[in-house]
């Protein structure tokens, strides 16, 4: 029995040094790589029942709108539609550049971007309050 609370101990020190980890500060894209990586692109990511299929529309750094696509445009239902904005903004003492998205009364996240690339593909977006990494599918058309 004691060593299962012992196990339980050191499991539970791990996870919480796990989920306080810092995001990267090192190989994080630049604000001109986000902004030529996510202009005119969908972000799309899935996290437990909660998904993303977002068009970054615009291609200044911001602020510019972000539409989740629903189930389309011509959808009579569930249209696609603006949901909030997105603004790109330099890294301040020593903190990478970063990506904050503002929801409105839906909150407010900050995100620094992994890797630092410009191509279509799968990035780490670290949100810089939580220090928690979400998996995002950049794509050139909905997910």
């Known amino acids: 029995m004691k060593s299962i609370g012992v196990l339980g101990v050191v499991l539970f020190a791990f996870i919480a040094n796990q989920a306080i980890a810092a995001c990267p500060t090192t190989g994080t894209a630049s604000r001109v790589d986000m902004r030529n990586l996510l202009s005119g692109r969908y972000a799309c990511a899935v996290r437990g029942n909660e998904t993303w299929d977002e068009l970054h529309q615009g291609t200044s750094f911001g602020p510019s709108n972000v539409q989740d696509y629903k189930k389309g445009p011509t959808d009579p239902v569930d ?54 990494a979400i998996s995002v599918t950049v794509a050139a058309a909905h997910c």
Request: charged share 5%; hydrophobic share 30%; glycine share 12%.
């Open 79 to 132: 249209p696609s539609e603006v949901v909030g904005t997105y603004t790109i903004n330099n890294g301040t003492a020593g903190a990478p550049d970063s990506i904050a998205y503002n929801y409105g009364t839906g909150g407010s996240y900050t995100y620094v971007v992994t890797p630092a690339a410009q191509t279509l593909g799968v990035y780490s977006f670290c949100n810089t309050a939580t220090s928690v």
